[in-house]
């Protein structure tokens, strides 16, 4: 979906380089959360031709001391790529790709305020088959194929006689 009178902000005026022939380029824009965990930012790369899949996507680097995520005397963080979103906005070719925070180069450790990472452990870890047994009512284990709850191996669930989980 392309928006055709995509305003600039500028009393109300259509921009006019929404429209300017990019060619076979494509502007990739970035975007990750900031050191504060309630704020995106986000910054643009051109690309030469549409990426195939997301690993075709070059990790890129920020300076963190202007959002709050430096860490000691390097504040490069950098930002990997994880998945890829036709762009709206700017139509065409152009994506919006979503970035997780990882330290600087050479450690490779997620970021502290990295909390997308974590989040995707341990959804991966939901996917695997589990067993729901209802103790008294006789109703059947089910398998999960899909990642429709977190209910994990090392999640703590207050006892109950009425609910088993097996994993």
């Not at 790369?45 to 996507?57: A, E, G, I, K, N």
């Not at 990472?117 to 996917?127: D, L, S």
């Not at 089910?142 to 191996?153: C, E, G, N, Y």
């Amino acid at each position: 979906m392309v928006f055709d009178n995509l305003m600039d902000g500028l009393n109300g005026r259509p921009n006019p380089f929404m429209k300017l022939d990019q060619g076979d380029k494509v502007q990739a824009y970035y975007i990750w959360v900031d050191g504060s965990l309630e704020n995106i930012r986000g910054k643009t790369r051109t690309l030469d031709s549409v990426p195939d899949s997301v690993d075709d996507l070059p990790w890129w680097n920020f300076d963190g001391s202007s959002t709050n995520q430096s860490t000691g005397e390097n504040s490069d963080v950098l930002i990997k790529p994880v998945s890829i979103f036709r762009d709206p906005f700017r139509g065409g070719n152009n994506i919006i790709v979503m970035c997780e925070t990882y330290g600087p180069e050479g450690e490779g450790d997620p970021h502290p305020t990295n909390s997308r990472h974590e989040c995707a452990e341990n959804m991966e870890k939901a996917a695997r088959p589990c067993s729901l047994v209802r103790n008294r009512t006789g109703i059947h284990p089910v398998r999960l194929t899909q990642p429709t709850s977190l209910l994990l191996a090392t999640t703590r669930f207050p006892r109950s006689p009425v609910l088993t989980i097996v994993v």
